[in-house]
């Protein structure tokens, strides 16, 4: 059951991985909101107990519980989080967009997280890259990698300059790095998106959240 008046006050637990891109889009929140949290590793991926995923019917992570309240998902946990800052920032959230251009690229940003996940599982799971039933996800995610790459540097013009954080600019900066920490596929020929990465990771929040494999 979900406390309806969560407790703010207590240090939260975010359950996920150091090498998920959805855990490190909650984890650059954090850094940036100056929210502490306490880290718990879900084991293993492959799982299909609901508890090992601190309830989550989905079996997704992440997750956050704060006392007797348990949020699920990468938005809805970051959401929660900037509640919870010290002090309030300028964040732009997905709502926030109301241009296609802007929309779009949050829409395909996290479209394209969730197709590579399903690429790594697929490997997990023994499939040959070249099995017929991946050519889709893989063309998909790299029409979605084009598309991206030719829009991020206009996406982000039309952003609020005054912002200090875009949940569209976490996102696309988490998949990014992500395709490379997997070696799911190179990026380096993504030149706008690689241009963008590299001056995200400039900030404190990326260098401290950097793509690791937890111990097992």
Not at 54 to 80: C, D, H, V
Not at 85 to 111: F, G, Y
Not at 182 to 206: E, H, I, K, Q
Request: charged share 20%.
């Amino acid at each position: 059951m979900t406390d309806p008046t969560p407790d703010r006050t207590s240090t939260p637990t975010l359950i996920g991985r150091s090498s998920s891109h959805f855990t490190r889009v909650t984890r650059i929140f954090a850094a940036e909101l100056g929210v502490a949290y306490d880290f718990q590793v879900v084991p293993d991926l492959r799982s299909v107990n609901a508890a090992d995923y601190a309830g989550n019917p989905a079996l997704r992570l992440p997750i956050l519980r704060t006392g007797a309240t348990t949020w699920f998902g990468a938005l809805t946990i970051s959401r929660e989080l900037a509640r919870r800052a010290p002090a309030q920032r300028r964040l732009v959230w997905p709502e926030h967009l109301t241009d296609a251009l802007t929309a779009n690229a949050q829409e395909l940003a996290v479209q394209a997280m969730a197709t590579e996940v399903a690429l790594i599982m697929s490997q997990l799971a023994g499939t040959p890259r070249d099995d017929a039933q991946l050519a889709k996800p893989q063309k998909s995610l790299l029409n979605m990698l084009t598309w991206l790459d030719d829009n991020i540097d206009a996406a982000r013009e039309a952003l609020p300059q005054d912002r200090d954080l875009s949940y569209l600019e976490v996102c696309t900066f988490c998949l990014v790095t992500h395709l490379e920490f997997r070696s799911v596929l190179p990026t380096s020929g993504y030149r706008a998106l690689t241009a963008f990465c590299d001056d995200f990771a400039r900030r404190a929040s990326a260098q401290a959240t950097a793509y690791r494999f937890d111990a097992p």
